[in-house]
C-alpha cells in the first residue's frame, strides 16, 4: 500500500498562484499514476488532471487546462499541482490520489489510495 501526504494549500487572492504537493511513503511512486482531484463545499469530487507513471504525460480537466500543471519527481516520492491564474471557483478541498492500474482515469472509482487532502482558498 502507499501512503499519500498533501501540503501547501492556503489562502491566495484571485489571479495569485499555489503549489501543492503530495508525498508518498511505503511504496514507490513510480508505480502509480497519479492524480489530483478536487472538491468544494456542496459539491462532488471532480477530477483535476492525472500524470503517468514514468513519464511527464499528463490530462487536464477542462476547467485547469492551461493554468494547472502537474509534475512528478519519483526521487522524492513527490507529486507536484501547480495552480497559476487562480480564480475564486477553484476554491475547493484538494486531494491527490494514486492509480495502480495503467491508464489515465478521470473517476475517482479508479483510484484505490487517498490522501487527506489540503485546502485552497481563493479570495476574489
Known amino acids: 500500500q502507499v501512503q499519500l501526504v498533501e501540503s501547501g494549500g492556503g489562502l491566495v487572492q484571485a489571479g495569485g498562484s499555489l503549489r501543492l504537493s503530495c508525498v508518498a511513503s511505503g511504496r514507490a511512486l513510480i508505480s502509480y499514476y497519479m492524480g489530483w482531484f478536487r472538491q468544494a463545499p456542496g459539491k462532488e469530487r471532480e477530477f483535476v488532471g492525472v500524470?503517468?507513471?514514468?513519464?511527464?504525460?499528463?490530462l487536464y480537466a477542462d476547467s485547469v487546462k492551461g493554468r494547472f500543471t502537474i509534475s512528478r519527481d519519483n526521487s522524492k516520492n513527490t507529486v507536484y499541482l501547480q495552480m497559476n491564474s487562480l480564480k475564486s471557483e477553484d476554491t475547493a478541498l484538494y486531494y491527490c490520489?494514486?492509480?495502480?492500474?495503467?491508464?489515465?482515469?478521470?473517476?475517482?472509482?479508479?483510484?484505490?489510495?487517498w490522501g487527506q487532502g489540503t485546502q485552497v482558498t481563493v479570495s476574489s
Open positions: 500524470i503517468r507513471r514514468n513519464s511527464g504525460s499528463t
Open positions: 490520489a494514486a492509480r495502480s492500474q495503467l491508464g489515465y482515469s478521470q473517476d475517482e472509482d479508479g483510484y484505490a489510495y
